[in-house]
């Protein structure tokens, strides 16, 4: 129980917090003050204000000081979305944005961002034209697909192309492929969403050509095919592959979708990865719809890119559903470009491709570099091998062998808490217990800024 003349003491100091009018004017405040934008001066002094009365409220005494209007100009000069550095050693990492672009994507956004662009507008014509026109060709030519449609992501495309081909008619999929990707996204939620009716066969572990054909009669719309992307079934399985459900499909007249997901263009190379499908192979098997995301495995922007019959993609791009999901211009410049390194036979100027194909001698050399930095201010550190992992519910199997700095800390998690907290917050991660800096994920230039931020955030260090 807290004393009363510590509470009075309290709303005291509540009661005494400045106003903003008392603060614009207060001289001690001029040289911080001078040169800041009104709104902007007035937005610093209210959050300062606001954060002082809620460490009052929180117990903590200390009256308004001049440094707390510093500190809330440097929060309202730091943008809330901001880069960070990957230590963690996954390549595609969700909550760190996934596929960083190539410099030819970024400069195509910058150039297109920045103006007007004929985004809808048809030149030769004079008249209103398609956004997915851009990219159509390219991904015909990468895919061997008959047409193409790109929308904001592959959870959304999925949804799409079911609402647009199998509402209202039954959806037949194996148990063994009812997968949650992650963030919610859960296949069967999917479909009930879109209108289509589930219809499960097999078991979780085997599903028979057997089993697709006896489900399949008169109200039946499609056949789905869902990668398991996230997850692996191993021991005593049995699946339908693509080609075989493609053939039974033909057969009765129903069209196949495959949901790919990860969908890498070309086959990636690098130590450790299990030959991923590409969406070329599927479309060669015979898949007739076939949706993959643009930040996985492809390395480009977040969309959901859907290929397939020049009939079925008619019908998906009629729906509703596509204008609603419908990508942004920076999203068609940055997929085009990306896709033209792809056409160009330029795969490795996709970061997410040449992260993912970098050899061990390169990350261990990486690794000695940055050990030679942290050691030039202070810091100890071993270099060993280590795991890394694709990411992005990719390949979940495949055990990248990378290098990285391990740090010699009492307390890793506080350490990791300080360098995520820094000027350039730099995310690490822990294994067994040890404060661990993956080299894969991180370029040569950024290894001075990690050094400098491991250094500054070192216990003991002042932050
Ligand atoms: C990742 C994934 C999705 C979702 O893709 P987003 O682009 O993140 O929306 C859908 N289906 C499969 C099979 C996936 O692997």
Request: net charge neutral.
């Amino acid at each position: 129980m807290g004393a009363p003349s510590n509470s009075g003491g309290k709303n005291a100091l509540l009661r005494g917090l400045p106003s903003i009018e008392q603060l614009l004017r207060r001289p001690s405040l001029e040289p911080l003050l001078a040169g800041v934008p009104r709104a902007r001066a007035v937005a610093a002094l209210r959050l300062a204000v606001d954060r002082v009365r809620a460490r009052l409220l929180q117990g903590d005494e200390r009256a308004f000081e001049d440094s707390d209007v510093r500190d809330a100009l440097t929060s309202l000069a730091t943008p809330n979305l901001r880069p960070v550095l990957n230590a963690t050693g996954v390549v595609l990492h969700t909550n760190l944005g996934r596929a960083p672009l190539a410099p030819e994507a970024v400069a195509r956004v910058v150039s297109i961002a920045r103006g007007y662009s004929n985004l809808e507008y048809d030149l030769d014509e004079g008249e209103r034209g398609s956004r997915y026109a851009p990219v159509i060709g390219l991904l015909r030519t990468l895919t061997g697909a008959e047409d193409a449609l790109v929308v904001n992501n592959c959870a959304g495309a999925a949804l799409l192309v079911l609402a647009a081909l199998a509402s209202g008619r039954e959806c037949i999929v194996s148990r063994g492929e009812l997968v949650e990707i992650g963030g919610g996204f859960r296949v069967p939620d999917v479909m009930r969403q879109s209108g289509a009716k589930l219809v499960e066969v097999g078991t979780t572990n085997r599903t028979r050509r057997a089993d697709y054909a006896s489900a399949v009669g008169p109200d039946t719309g499609l056949l789905v095919k869902v990668h398991r992307s996230n997850f692996a079934l191993v021991g005593f399985t049995e699946e339908v592959d693509v080609a075989e459900l493609a053939a039974l499909g033909r057969e009765r007249g129903v069209p196949v979708f495959q949901d790919l997901g990860s969908g890498a263009l070309v086959p990636l190379e690098g130590e450790g990865l299990t030959q991923e499908p590409t969406v070329a192979r599927s479309v060669a098997a015979g898949a007739d719809v076939i949706a993959f995301s643009g930040d996985k495995l492809l390395g480009g922007p977040q969309a959901g890119i859907v290929v397939g019959r020049a009939e079925l993609i008619a019908r998906v791009r009629a729906h509703p559903l596509t204008r609603a999901l419908r990508v942004d211009k920076m999203t068609v410049a940055a997929l085009e470009a990306t896709l033209e390194l792809y056409r160009d036979g330029r795969p490795h100027a996709v970061p997410t491709y040449r992260l993912l194909a970098q050899r061990p001698e390169e990350l261990r050399a990486r690794a000695l570099r940055l050990q030679g930095l942290l050691a030039e201010r202070g810091v100890s550190a071993r270099v060993e091998g280590v795991v890394g992992q694709v990411g992005g519910g990719a390949m979940p199997l495949a055990r990248l062998p990378s290098f990285a700095c391990i740090l010699n800390l009492e307390t890793p998690e506080t350490f990791l808490d300080c360098l995520r907290g820094g000027d350039v917050p730099v995310i690490g991660r822990i294994t067994d217990g040890e404060g661990v800096l993956d080299v894969r994920c991180l370029a040569e230039e950024e290894l001075n800024a990690v050094a400098d931020a491991v250094a500054a955030a070192r216990p003991g260090n002042p932050p």
